[in-house]
């Protein structure tokens, strides 16, 4: 499969980008080669697709339940009592609509953490987006409940080969207040072992940092680190509450960290996430959306935006987290955190894409595209969606997606007993 898109906007110049099978092969003006689909890049600008680096997909089917809550009553209470309740069907799903939704606002690459792992690798081979899915991980500090953890996550890792390599697994121990020391070593040892990445929530709210020094001594960084935990391979979630010998920390271990603005504003959680500091110090942040549950969405645009200007409130410094460095943390920063050479247009990068609409309010006038991108639009703006070379959307239509959502919302209703 090979595709030339002709006279598109890339970095302020009109050009074409040739992609043969799953990657970018030609970037050039008027290119003379021949292509089995040719898409007309006429009033659309390029960019590549984002990466949305912190997701529970399939929480799509409580999107609008248990609004207005804080953190631990809306686990407590509306959540986890519903979730043990999903079906694989309620998760295969609820992941279909999430993929369709991501697709339709530009995201190419998603990091899930949710039960059921191979009901979402059902859902996204089927969808063409590519994902790194953690097997999720809780003992609630009961022996019996971790070696149950290990050998399911032995077994997923061994299940993920039979899908495209566009699946990729990754171990996910929910936080530190649901998963034992014992098994979060046992974990960074087996990440070590197979080579790949650690999920983990951490330093969300103030609650979860006083509970740690009270039950460990330490704060959550600190604890990790005496438990020998922080590599390259672990990208944690959050991180709201890490003073700067904590940067340091992360820096020095080559910990990535994931900034999710949607879900920290709606729960409460906190607004004074140090996306500078952390880049300064050499920690890649990248960006995401939570899932659908604490943010309502999975649009990285609106992400993009709501991540820039909460940081430039809680500082006061209309300077700060500006839109080409969030814009950056939204693709390119997204891909090196989980290892993917994407999130760049450039020649052997992978085919993983997005056409923006140029023909709309939003950028009118064009002043800067990227500040146009961030600050005035959102994900209805992208036209179409490339991913591993192959096209998922054009002229924002998505196979199937009216049956996708009439199943979700029928059984999203059936889970939580409404009629």
Same mark, same amino acid.
């Given at each position: ?8 906007l ?25 292509a089995d ?5 006429k ?5 590549? /697709?984002?990466?949305?680096?912190h997701?529970?997909?399939a ?11 804080p953190l631990?009553?809306w ?13 694989r069907?309620?998760v295969?799903?609820g992941?279909?609509l ?16 949710y ?6 690798a ?5 969808? &063409? ?24 996550n032995?077994?997923?890792i ?11 697994y990754?171990?996910g121990?929910?936080a530190i ?9 046992w ?17 969300e709210?103030? &609650? ?6 009270k039950?460990f001594g330490l ?19 959050h991180?709201?509450y ?8 992360l820096?020095d271990h ?10 920290n504003?709606?729960?409460?959680s906190?607004?004074q996430?140090?996306?500078?500091e952390m880049?300064?110090? /050499?920690?890649t ?21 709501l =991540? ?6 809680w500082?006061k ?13 939204a693709?390119?920063? &997204?891909?090196s =955190?989980i /290892? ?13 894409l997005?056409?923006?609409d140029l023909?709309?309010p939003?950028f009118?006038p064009?002043?800067?595209?990227i ?18 070379g ?12 009216d ?5 979700t919302?029928r ?5 939580? /007993?409404?009629?």
């Amino acid at each position: 499969m090979s595709i030339l898109i002709k006279g598109v906007l890339l970095n302020d110049a009109v050009t074409d980008v040739y992609i043969e099978k799953k990657e970018i092969k030609q970037i050039g003006t008027d290119l003379q080669v021949q292509a089995d689909q040719v898409i007309d890049g006429k009033r659309k600008a390029l960019i590549p /697709g984002m990466v949305n680096a912190h997701t529970h997909a399939a929480m799509t089917l409580f999107r609008g339940f248990g609004d207005d809550m804080p953190l631990m009553p809306w686990l407590e209470q509306k959540i986890w009592p519903n979730e043990a309740k999903l079906t694989r069907e309620d998760v295969y799903w609820g992941a279909k609509l999430a993929c369709l939704e991501m697709i339709k606002s530009g995201t190419t690459t998603f990091f899930d953490m949710y039960h059921k792992f191979e009901a979402t690798a059902d859902a996204v081979e089927e969808m &063409g987006l590519r994902t790194l899915l953690s097997g999720a991980c809780f003992d609630h500090f009961k022996p019996e409940l971790a070696e149950r953890s290990k050998r399911e996550n032995e077994r997923l890792i061994a299940e993920t080969d039979k899908y495209s390599e566009r699946i990729q697994y990754s171990v996910g121990p929910h936080a530190i207040y649901t998963v034992s020391g014992e098994l979060l070593q046992w974990i960074h040892g087996f990440a070590a072992e197979h080579s790949v990445p650690i999920h983990l929530h951490l330093a969300e709210t103030e &609650g979860e940092v006083q509970d740690s020094v009270k039950q460990f001594g330490l704060t959550p960084v600190r604890y990790l680190h005496k438990l020998g935990l922080l590599s390259p391979r672990l990208i944690i979630a959050h991180g709201l509450y890490i003073d700067d010998d904590e940067i340091s920390m992360l820096a020095d271990h080559g910990v990535k960290v994931v900034h999710n603005p949607a879900s920290n504003m709606k729960l409460a959680s906190g607004i004074q996430f140090k996306f500078s500091e952390m880049r300064k110090a /050499g920690v890649t942040v990248a960006l995401g959306t939570d899932g659908c549950s604490s943010s309502n969405n999975l649009d990285m645009i609106e992400a993009m935006k709501l =991540a820039s200007l909460l940081g430039k409130a809680w500082r006061k410094d209309p300077e700060a987290v500006p839109a080409g460095e969030i814009f950056q943390a939204a693709t390119e920063a &997204g891909a090196s =955190a989980i /290892g993917l050479k994407a999130g760049r247009i450039a020649e052997g990068y992978l085919a993983d894409l997005c056409l923006v609409d140029l023909h709309i309010p939003a950028f009118t006038p064009n002043h800067n595209f990227i500040s146009n991108l961030v600050y005035a639009a959102n994900g209805s703006c992208v036209d179409t969606v490339i991913c591993n070379g192959k096209i998922l959307m054009q002229d924002k239509k998505v196979p199937g997606e009216d049956e996708i959502m009439e199943q979700t919302a029928r059984l999203a209703y059936k889970l939580v /007993g409404k009629a």
